[in-house]
């Protein structure tokens, strides 16, 4: 079910956990435009913890976007196996390398529009880069995280990502978009767990519609 004023819920969960999240952000590591899009290709269906072990060989390994570009796809595949769903990542990446080169003189291009032209980039994917990377906000990143969240804390009762956010883009102030998404993904992490949430202690549960549904009674 959705609350009664969803605007007036998403401001007051963006006060609440701007207070226990203050310095929410991605955990994938990165130090170009670049390596934050192969990164952020790479954390789908896995952990950014994951990726975090992968990267720095990686990088090393492929020092700039023309590198990713020349790779050999079987040999890329086996660098990135461990992440899961690697042919498709590889493919992904390589494409998306010679995309930047070819038609963005080897610069990561900073909207919208022009990042969802690149091979493996959706919504989510463009709007981690364009926020991380570079500051920019065009929307909000929907994950599986704020997937969840968005739907307990009943700011959508949509399931697919782009209706998700939405309707979140109509609820948050755009100055929050960029940072929203990490505030529910680092609560989902920590208290608001897919199978288990610790309803208990979340500084959510007075104004949470799904507050203690989630546990059993003994």
């Known amino acids: 079910m959705l609350v009664e004023n969803p605007q007036k819920q998403a401001l007051e969960i963006i006060k609440r956990l701007s207070v226990i999240y203050p310095e929410a952000k991605t955990a994938l590591n990165f130090t170009t435009p670049f390596e934050m899009l192969v990164a952020t290709i790479l954390s789908a269906q896995s952990t950014d913890k994951m990726i975090n072990k992968i990267t720095p060989a990686l990088f090393k390994k492929y020092p700039g976007v023309q590198a ?36 963005f003189g080897g610069d990561v291009p900073r909207n919208m529009a022009d990042m969802l032209t690149l091979p493996g980039v959706g919504r989510k994917t463009a709007n981690v880069v364009l926020h991380n990377a570079f500051g920019l906000v065009e929307g909000i990143a929907v994950d599986t995280h704020v997937k969840r969240l968005a739907g307990r804390l009943g700011l959508s009762t949509n399931t697919d990502p782009v209706k998700i956010e939405q309707d979140l883009m109509a609820l948050i102030p755009r100055s929050e978009w960029g940072n929203f998404s990490y505030y529910l993904i680092d609560h989902g992490r920590a208290v608001c767990d897919a199978r288990k949430p610790r309803c208990p202690e979340c500084v959510l549960n007075d104004i949470c519609p799904s507050a203690f549904l989630f546990i059993k009674v003994k």
């Open 68 to 103: 990713f570009a020349d790779a050999s796809l079987a040999e890329l595949e086996q660098d990135i196996k461990s992440s899961g769903f690697f042919h498709n990542k590889a493919l992904n990446i390589i494409g998306a390398a010679r995309a930047v080169v070819s038609r």
